[in-house]
């Protein structure tokens, strides 16, 4: 099932399409060229086999901030994969900000995620991603993730990784159950620091960065205490 959220500015207040059932975008707040958009579960996901997609078009000149209504739970299930797909298009002088809460895959869960992002001109981008795997007292399932940005140059930053919480010694988790991701293009931001031996950053210039945290809890993510984006 697809959600769709297109934004695009206007003279007293800006145009916004909502589309989505199983993931259910709610317009919060809106100016001429602002929008905040909540996400809200329409309800039980990810089930084994469900495919949920995030489809974002930020027209030039606006400004997205998605806000998520409480995190997600990969469940387990007999085998079946379950799918998040996420891809956006932010055009020149626009941004989009998402600082998602947590995907929280289950023992004898299987998600697969996609995320692909296009940047046009001047496109600013702030993006959280945080896998926790496990419920309480769960190792977790597995994550196959993929990820796509890239602007009118070219590839800023492709990188595919999969983890598994019941063989952490082969997927380079090494028992840490968080992997807190940011990504930022956008000359003006400071960047982000790296604050401890479980922070990797990636420096691609012009105001481009990636970095990743690996812990066992949440609110010790770097990313958690300071709120970067």
């Known amino acids: 099932m697809t959600t769709r959220i297109r934004v695009a500015p206007g003279e007293q207040r800006a145009s916004v399409a909502l589309e989505g059932t199983l993931l259910v975008p709610r317009l919060i ?16 996901m990810l089930l084994g086999g469900d495919s949920v997609r995030i489809d974002v078009r930020v027209d030039d000149g606006c ?33 989009l900000r998402w600082d998602a809460h947590p995907m929280v895959v289950s023992d004898q869960a299987h998600v ?10 001047s496109a600013r981008l702030h993006l959280r991603d945080v896998i926790v795997l496990g419920r309480a007292e ?44 940011v990504q930022i293009v956008d000359p003006t931001a400071s960047g982000v620091q790296s604050t401890d031996d479980h922070t ?14 690996l812990g066992t809890e949440l609110h010790l993510s770097p990313f958690e205490n300071t709120r970067p984006l």
């Open 29 to 44: 707040e809106r100016g001429p060229r602002h929008v905040r958009v909540a996400l809200l579960s329409g309800g039980a």
């Open 63 to 95: 400004d997205l901030e998605i806000i998520d209504v409480g995190g997600t739970v990969v469940y387990p299930s007999d085998g079946a994969e379950s799918e998040w797909v996420f891809s956006a298009v932010i055009g020149d002088r626009a941004s």
């Open 112 to 121: 697969v995620r996609r995320s692909e992002v296009r940047l046009i001109g």
């Open 138 to 181: 769960e190792l977790g399932g597995i994550v196959h993730s993929f990820l796509h940005i890239e602007d009118g140059e070219g590839a800023i930053h492709v990188e595919e990784f999969r983890v598994d919480g019941q063989r952490p010694d082969l997927t380079g988790t090494n028992g840490w159950r968080v992997v807190d991701s």
């Open 200 to 213: 990797t950053v990636m420096d691609f210039g012009a105001g481009r960065f990636g970095a990743r945290w």
